[in-house]
C-alpha cells in the first residue's frame, strides 16, 4: 500500500467510523500515530510475530512500570526538552538555568523546611562522603527570590531511591527547602552515585538489542518555583563521574555540571561539625518570569505520592 493509501484507511477506521462526540485532539493525535505505525509496518515489512512481540513488550514494560524509563531511555523525554527550549527561546525567553528531564522518581510530598534541609537519615554515614549544597534562586533579572521553592531528590549509595526502594525511610534523600529571605537555599546530603536500570528490566533488555549501555551519572533532581516564574525541572550532574556526558538519559547540559570542592581544612570541617573532610557545590538558579507567549512549564503526569 502507498502512504496515501494508508492515510484513507486509517481515515476511514478513525474518523469516518466517529459516531458519538469527538475529542478532536484525541482524535488528531490517535489519527497520526495510527498512520505513522501503519506505514512503518509497511515500510519494514514489520511481521505479525514481530508485531505482536513488540506489543507483548510494551505491555510488560507498563507491568513493571519500566515506560517512564524506557522514555528517557530512547530520548523521548530529552526531546520534550529540546522543544520546549525551542518554545522559550521563541517567546523571548534566553538564558537562565538549563531545564533537563525529571525521570520516573519523584514523590510529591517530602518534608518542608526554611532555608536548610538536611536531605540523608544517617544510615549511610560510615560509607558516604558528606555533601554540602548551597546557592540562590534569582529571576531572569537577577534578583534574588524569597521564598522560592527548592524541591530535591537524589538517590542512595545503592543508586536506589526511598519509597521505590522499602528499605530507605520515609522521605531519605528528599526534602523541599524554601529559600530564606535572601533567596538562599542550603542542604545537607550525602554525595550520590550514578545507577543503572535494572539488568532483568525491560529496559535494558531493550538496549541490549540496540547495542547500548543503561548507566546515569551520579546526579541530583530539582523542581524549582516561586510566584510568578516559570516552574524549573532540572538536576546537576556530579562532575568526574566516568559517564558525565555519556548518560544513558541524554540528560547531562552544560551548565548543569558544578564544581565539586573537597574540603580538607580543619577549621571549616570543624565548623561544621564534622570529624572528616566533606564535599561543597555552589549552584544558583535562575528562574524565568511567567509569561502566556509561552507554553506552560508544569507538565501534568502521574506522580508518586507518599
Known sequence: M?????DTLVKGWIIDKAEGPVNARVQQVVVRLVGDLCKAIADLDIQPS?????????????????????APGLGLERFLDIRADEAE???GLTGGTPRTIEGPLYVAGAPESQG???LDDGTESDK??????????????????????VEVWHCNLLGNYSFFDKSQSHFNLRRTIIADGEG?????SILPVGYSCPPDGTTQRLLDQLGRHGHRPAHIHFFVSAAGQRKLT?????????????DFAFASREGLV?????????????????????????FDFQLHAETPVAPEAVVERTRAAA
Open 234 to 246: 532540572t538536576q546537576i550532574n556530579i562532575d568526574g563521574d566516568e559517564y558525565l556526558w555519556d
Open 2 to 6: 502507498t502512504h496515501n493509501e494508508i
Open 50 to 70: 514481530e508485531f505482536w512481540k513488540g506489543l507483548e513488550y510494551m505491555s510488560e514494560a507498563g507491568a513493571r512500570n519500566e515506560l517512564g524509563l524506557l
Open 184 to 188: 538562599r537555599y542550603q542542604l545537607r
Open 89 to 91: 527561546a521563541k517567546a
Open 258 to 282: 558544578p564544581p565539586v570542592r573537597r574540603v580538607t581544612s580543619p577549621q571549616q570541617i570543624a565548623a561544621k561539625g564534622l570529624q572528616s573532610p566533606y564535599a561543597e557545590i555552589d
Open 116 to 118: 536548610y534541609a538536611r
Open 128 to 149: 558516604a562522603e558528606v555533601l554540602f549544597m548551597q546557592g540562590t534562586v534569582r529571576g531572569q533579572d537577577g534578583l534574588p527570590l524569597p521564598g522560592a521553592k
